[in-house]
């Protein structure tokens, strides 16, 4: 031991580095040590509020699903509500129609405001083609499962179709019949006031037929009556036809 003693003896003054150096290792060890265990307890934390996360989740579907029932998912809510923009779309679709058919079958308002027959007239022809592409999207009910993409075509057609319908409306009450020359514009008031003469029920039969046939007359080469007019005209002028009575006979062409 005395060699051990002797080497302490003269070497006594390394202790105090020795020392410096064991005390900086022991603080970072330490330093180390509370870093991983911080770091430990961040991730327990983290681990915690994402499961708590999770489960909150987890019961906020379960309870939509205990409210809603299977029948209300997502797509189904979806599906319905396509139905109920379609009805309101079909709804809009027949308004227009039925717009349209005060003019094409009432012979009166057709000689008020003739443009409305008219084809060659650019604002009527845009109205006609936008029915058409309208009527050829037209589903054949409401309760028909239709897609999104399908909906919004059909939404865009009816769209067209009633703001063709209003100008075309709008520009024809506008100009009446002011298209026309003057002899024409006069043909067209004798019709409207022999046609008040073939609708008079208090008339004999004869002068409403007499006054049926004038009526064809003044409006031959002026406006175009649709088959379905001239129908619902022969049964104002002649009600008596619906119980199998000879028909009214258009004016013959002269040779």
Do not use: C, N
């Not at 599906?79 to 717009?99: F, N």
């Amino acid at each position: 031991m005395e060699p051990l003693f002797d080497f302490l003896g003269s070497y006594w003054w390394l202790a105090f580095p020795l020392m410096g150096v064991a005390s900086g290792f022991g603080g970072w060890w330490s330093k180390q040590s509370k870093e991983r265990h911080k770091r430990r307890l961040e991730l327990i934390k983290a681990k915690s509020e994402a499961r708590s996360i999770e489960m909150q989740a987890r019961a906020q579907l379960k309870a939509a699903k205990a409210q809603d029932g299977p029948a209300h998912d997502v797509e189904a809510s979806d599906a319905a509500s396509r139905h109920d923009r379609l009805k309101r779309l079909m709804a809009t679709h027949d308004e227009v129609m039925h717009r349209w058919l005060d003019y094409e079958l009432d012979v009166a308002k057709l000689i008020a405001f003739p443009t409305m027959s008219d084809g060659r007239q650019p604002l009527t022809a845009a109205f006609l083609r936008a029915k058409k592409v309208a009527d050829g999207l037209r589903p054949p009910s409401a309760d028909v499962r239709i897609d999104a993409e399908t909906l919004a075509e059909y939404r865009d057609a009816v769209h067209d179709f009633e703001v063709a319908f209003d100008v075309a409306e709008q520009d024809a009450r506008r100009v009446r019949d002011s298209g026309f020359t003057e002899t024409e514009r006069k043909r067209l008031d004798r019709a409207q006031q022999l046609l008040r003469t073939a609708v008079d029920q208090s008339a004999t039969a004869a002068e409403r037929q007499v006054a049926y046939k004038r009526v064809r007359e003044e409006l031959d080469g002026l406006i175009v009556l649709s088959d379905d007019a001239v129908e619902v005209l022969e049964k104002q002028v002649a009600p008596e036809l619906e119980a199998g009575k000879t028909p009214l006979q258009p004016p013959r062409a002269e040779a």
